[in-house]
């Protein structure tokens, strides 16, 4: 079983289209997404209707998504969230608004190997950053491997006899052989908006029969992607992160 892994595209479609494009002569068994498929970037509608076009996915809800759908209200959000909460609300189709809102909750097994959640398997609105964090985790679970986003920082916590060893992804391409006697929380980190302080998106395959896990970077459209958020009027602050990676 072979997975194609993806976590906060945030609106992004620039992004989104170089990653299907990358891996347009791959075969996944699922195609897996973390949450956060809107805010902060312009193209909301076209980024849910391809999602919507692919065939087996499963995909849970982000933070954003739920403000954007209205199921939540995001007060407490930071003033630009905010103003692309409501932006995207205002522009998603209501077929498309219908079928963020119904999106699944974090966190669910996808078999007995594998768990996904958008923040934390402990709360889909945590953000798991330290160690401390981590270890909370493993500590009130038993998920054997977990992907989680929400952070937008590509990183894996490999917690193997009592030892907790941290991952820090930085290269274009990381692979990791998957110890079967450890745990894992793997965070791919964001198609849409990394936050690493590298520009390039970020997705993940998974092999769940060889244990092997590559984390890649890629180049993609940046700044028709940004064109867009300033001609939509939003915050240029969130044109200007996507050069920065932050």
Known sequence: MKFLILSDIHSNFEALKSVFSSVKRKHFTK??????????????????????????????????DKVAAGIESGNNFNKPASISARWTYSKLTNSNRQYIANLLKGPIKINDEIAIAHGSPLNEDYYIFTEYDALEVFRNTDYKICFYGHTHYPIIFELKSNKLNIIKIHECKHTLELDKNARYLIN?????????????????????????LNIYRIHYDISTAQQKILKAGLPTSLAARLSLGI
């Open 31 to 64: 195609i897996i997404i973390l949450g956060d498929l809107v805010g902060y970037g312009a193209s909301p509608n076209q980024v849910v209707n391809l999602i919507r076009s692919m065939k087996n996915t499963i995909i849970i809800r982000g933070n954003h």
């Open 188 to 212: 791919p980190g964001s198609v849409g908006q990394p936050r690493d302080r590298h520009s390039l998106a970020a997705y993940a395959i998974f092999d769940l029969e060889k244990l092997k």
